[in-house]
């Protein structure tokens, strides 16, 4: 069975930094892409970045770019997201999912994890 | 403004029949897959429909997907109180390169 666990939010000044963690299980890790997705309190899903399969290639969204790096470590099957100069904006849950692999969409997700900027 | 435009909310009675649009443009539902995500409140979404209109196992075939265009359509027949969520759109841009959603629209059953 796929598992997707996410790990480190919290609270966090605006201007700080944080790292996400997602370990996976149950699938062979280095063959997928892997993507961060959000979720603001009551909004809709917002794609932030994704990273394929051999690391070669990551991608991101406007809103994060520049502040935000994606990078994986498949000897130990997570994936991870660097979060820095963070605002209140970012404020959402965090899901990691995995590409399917099929027309950009995503067949396992994360439980999420809550990231909270707040002063 | 969500890239992908969806109704906020539909509804229809338990057995009956709804249909989700998801309207977009040529550089993303026009040119790239859709697929929809089904989410519960509290719970993270779910793959229901990739490809435009395929099925990953598991996923009961009261649930279609359809693509004309540039807008997309998921399809829920015999409706139950358990299909009471909130469906997302999704797809690629590929003038923002980007994957984008829709807003989200929520089904009631009534």
């Known amino acids: 069975e796929v598992q997707l666990v996410e790990s480190g939010g919290g609270l966090v000044k605006p201007g700080g930094s944080l790292r996400l963690s997602c370990a996976a299980s149950?699938?062979?890790?280095?063959?997928?892409?892997m993507t961060w997705v959000r979720q603001a309190p009551g909004k809709g899903l917002e794609w932030v970045s994704s990273?394929?399969?051999?690391?070669?290639?990551?991608f991101y969204a406007d809103s994060v770019k520049g502040r935000f790096s994606v990078s994986r470590d498949n000897a130990k099957n997570s994936l991870y997201l660097q979060m820095n100069s963070l605002r209140a904006e970012d404020t959402a849950v965090y899901y990691c999912?995995?590409?399917?692999?099929?027309?950009?969409?995503?067949?396992?997700w994360g439980q999420g994890t809550l990231v909270t900027v707040s002063s | 403004q969500s890239v992908l435009t969806q109704p906020p909310s539909v509804s229809a009675a338990p057995g009956q029949k709804v249909t989700i649009s998801c309207s977009g443009s040529?550089?993303?539902?026009?040119?790239?897959?859709v697929s929809w995500y089904q989410q519960f409140p509290g719970t993270a979404p779910k793959l229901l429909i990739y490809?435009?209109?395929k099925r990953p196992s598991g996923i009961p075939d009261r649930f279609s997907g359809s693509k004309s265009g540039t807008s997309a359509t998921l399809g829920i027949t015999g409706l139950q109180t358990g299909d009471e969520a909130d469906y997302y759109c999704?797809?690629?841009?590929?003038?923002?390169?980007?994957?984008?959603f829709g807003g989200g629209t929520k089904l009631t059953v009534l």
């Open positions: 149950g699938l062979t890790f280095s063959r997928y892409s």
């Open positions: 040529s550089s993303n539902i026009g040119n790239n897959f």
């Open positions: 490809e435009n209109n």
């Open positions: 999704g797809t690629w841009d590929s003038s923002l390169n980007a994957v984008v």
């Open positions: 999912a995995r590409d399917s692999g099929y027309g950009d969409s995503f067949d396992y």
């Open positions: 990273i394929s399969s051999s690391y070669s290639n990551t």
